[in-house]
């Protein structure tokens, strides 16, 4: 399993756009990447994942450069509601054992 | 109409006691799981079924035994509760597009204390 490592915290004011990153560096040819975001008191809701270049939907955008090494997470206009911890994960489709395994994410504050 | 579902949300017992916590989803998936969230807040997987065979058993202490009567429903019940067993215990399910990438989707969490 490919080891991510991203910043345990970050603060934002609201409106500004926040950028994420994570690190993989031993990311295998067939592992992608995915991303999940946890409010207090609930379980992870996924945001969004992507093999390679960019990746958009109406939550975020996923950037990863051709290396794969490193991914990143754009929130645009983040709000209060956006204060959340977000996970990367790097999960192998072959694996066969369904498995994520979740690192200690970032915890991101928004400030009004 | 929820997805996954788990019942209780909360749940105070004591040590030694046997309990159970029951999760059903209704998302047609055929994959679920069980992930435990400590007071770290580190979230790790316990359980993994998929079509009611189990697929994965982490390092979990056989106190835990999860059983899947059909493909919705996989409960966990726990035997001889230890003070090291609160947590937040989450239930997920998932199911693999063809390109091999899956999403999965969590239950709202039982929290867990043992006093």
């Known amino acids: 399993l490919a080891k991510t490592t991203q910043p345990i915290s970050m603060d934002s004011y609201e409106g500004q756009e926040v950028n994420i990153t994570c690190s993989h560096n031993n990311i295998a040819t067939n592992d992608y990447i995915t991303w999940y975001q946890q409010f207090p008191s609930q379980g992870p809701r996924f945001i969004i994942q992507g093999y390679k270049t960019k990746v958009t939907n109406e939550v975020a955008s996923l950037f990863i450069p051709a290396d794969r090494k490193s991914s990143t997470l754009s929130l645009p206009r983040v709000s209060l509601s956006d204060t959340a911890v977000y996970y990367c994960?790097?999960?192998?489709?072959?694996?066969?054992?369904?498995?994520?395994?979740f690192g200690k994410g970032t915890k991101l504050s928004v400030i009004p | 109409d929820t997805a996954v579902s788990q019942t209780p949300k909360y749940l105070v017992t004591q040590m030694g006691n046997d309990k159970s916590i029951k999760c059903e989803q209704n998302l047609g998936h055929d994959t679920m799981y069980w992930y435990k969230q400590d007071s770290k807040k580190f979230l790790k997987i316990m359980f993994s079924y998929n079509n009611k065979e189990l697929i994965i058993n982490e390092t979990v202490p056989n106190r835990f035994s999860p059983k899947s009567p059909d493909k919705a429903h996989l409960n966990l019940h726990i035997n001889s509760l230890e003070l090291g067993d609160s947590a937040v215990y989450f239930c997920?399910?998932?199911?693999?597009?063809?390109?091999?990438?899956?999403?999965?989707?969590f239950g709202p969490g039982t929290r867990l204390l043992v006093l």
């Open positions: 994960l790097v999960v192998n489709p072959g694996a066969g054992s369904y498995q994520l395994t």
């Open positions: 997920a399910s998932s199911r693999r597009t063809s390109g091999g990438q899956e999403t999965q989707y």
